[in-house]
C-alpha cells in the first residue's frame, strides 16, 4: 500500500514522500538484515531481502540525498520505484506550494546509485534560481532531482545512447510526472519547466512532444542530440526553448578543455542528430565558455570535483540555466 501511495500521480507530494521514505528505511534494514545473517547455517531469507541488498548501496544513496537542505529547502521523496536499482526522484523545496517547478533530467550512465551527486547538481540550481530571481518579487521555487528513467550506461559498455529506446521509454515516465503535477496543484498550477542534460535532452524531448503535455520553458545543456523527428523548437510543447553548449573538443585528446562527448552522441546516433544551439533549430542560445566573474565549462558533466561542470556553480552556464528557469531570457548571456 505504501509504494502504491508513494508513486501515485496525483497525490500530494508531502504524502507520497512519507510513504516512500517509509518504505526505503525498510529496504535499507531489510538489506541490511540480511548481510548480517549471511554467516548463519539456519538463515531464512527472502527474494526481496537478497534485491535490496544488490541494491543497498542504491537505496543508501538516495537515503543520503535526502539529509541536506533546510527549513527553506526541504527534501522530498516523490518517486521511489521497486525496479532493480530502484528508480526516484528527490524534490528540493516545497512542490506541494512552489511557484515554479522545473525537473532535472540526467543524460548516459545515470543512476540512484549516484543519486547524491545529480541531487547536489539540481540543489545548485535552486540555489541559482533563488539568486536569479528579483528581490521582492516573492517567488518560491522546487527543483525535481529526477532520476525516473533507466538511462543507457556509457560507452563502450553499451551502445544504446545513441539510439532512442530508453528515451522514449524514459520520456512516458517524465510525461506522466508532468501531468500528475498538473493533477496534484489542479487549484494552483506553477510555472513548470524541463531541464536536460545530455542524453536527458532527448528523453525529455519525447515527454515534451507527448499530446496533453506542455510546459513553461524547456533548457537543454549538452545535448546528445533532439530527436531527427522533432523539426524544429516551435514542434516541442513548451512556451519557450533554450540550449546552451561549451566549446566542443576533441574526446580524450582535449580532455578537461571543453565538452567532448555531447558532439558524439549527436553524430553517431541513429536518430537523434539535431543540435538545439545550432540557429536553424530554432532555440535561444545561451553561453557557456565563461563570462567576467564566471568559469568556463570544461566538462561534459555537470558536477565536477574542479567546478568545471555545465551545473557547477559559479559557471556562466549555471547562471544562464536559473535565469532560463525563471522566465528571464533577457538576462541570458551569448
Known amino acids: 500500500m505504501l509504494t502504491v501511495l508513494g508513486n501515485l500521480e496525483g497525490a500530494p507530494y508531502w504524502a507520497r514522500s512519507a510513504a516512500n521514505v517509509a518504505v526505503l528505511d525498510r529496504r535499507i534494514a ?5 548481510l548480517d545473517d549471511l554467516d548463519r547455517p539456519d538463515r531464512v531469507y527472502s527474494a526481496e531481502a537478497r534485491k535490496n541488498a544488490e541494491d543497498l548501496s542504491a537505496l543508501e544513496s538516495i537515503k543520503s540525498s535526502l539529509s541536506s537542505g533546510g527549513p527553506s529547502a526541504p527534501r522530498t521523496l516523490t518517486v521511489l520505484s521497486a525496479d532493480h ?5 528527490v524534490s528540493i523545496g516545497d512542490l506541494d506550494e512552489a511557484a515554479n517547478v522545473t525537473w532535472a533530467v540526467p543524460g548516459m550512465g545515470s543512476s540512484t546509485g549516484s543519486m547524491t551527486d545529480w ?6 540550481v535552486y540555489s541559482e534560481q533563488a539568486k536569479a530571481v528579483p528581490a521582492g518579487r516573492g517567488t518560491t521555487n522546487a527543483v525535481v532531482a529526477w532520476m525516473g ?26 510525461a506522466a510526472s508532468i501531468t500528475g503535477l498538473d493533477a496534484t496543484r489542479a487549484g494552483t498550477i506553477p510555472t513548470v519547466n524541463v531541464l536536460g542534460h545530455s ?59 571543453g565538452d567532448e ?8 546516433s541513429s536518430d537523434h ?33 574542479y567546478g568545471g561542470g555545465y551545473l557547477d556553480e559559479n559557471t556562466q552556464s549555471l547562471q544562464n540555466v536559473g535565469y532560463a528557469t525563471t522566465g528571464q531570457p533577457e538576462l541570458l548571456t551569448k
Not at 30 to 34: D, P
Open 261 to 268: 562527448w555531447a558532439a558524439v552522441g549527436r553524430d553517431f
Open 149 to 174: 528513467y533507466e538511462a543507457p550506461p556509457v560507452p563502450p559498455a553499451s551502445a544504446a545512447v545513441f539510439g532512442s529506446d530508453f528515451a522514449k521509454a524514459g520520456g512516458e515516465k517524465l
Open 85 to 89: 536499482p530502484p528508480l526516484a526522484a
Open 30 to 34: 531489510s538489506a541490511k538484515q540480511f
Open 199 to 257: 542524453y536527458g535532452t532527448t528523453t525529455a524531448s519525447y515527454a515534451l512532444t507527448t499530446e496533453g503535455v506542455h510546459v513553461d520553458s524547456f533548457t537543454a545543456i549538452a545535448s546528445a542530440g533532439i530527436p531527427d523527428s522533432i523539426h524544429g523548437a516551435d514542434e516541442i510543447h513548451a512556451d519557450a526553448v533554450y540550449a546552451g553548449q561549451a566549446e566542443v573538443v576533441k574526446p580524450i585528446i582535449e580532455h578537461w578543455s
Open 273 to 305: 542528430h539535431q543540435d538545439p544551439t545550432a540557429p536553424e533549430f530554432g532555440a535561444t542560445s545561451f553561453g557557456a565558455d565563461g563570462a567576467p566573474g564566471l568559469k568556463p565549462v570544461r566538462d561534459h558533466g555537470v558536477h565536477t570535483w
Open 119 to 124: 541531487t547536489d547538481a539540481a540543489q545548485n
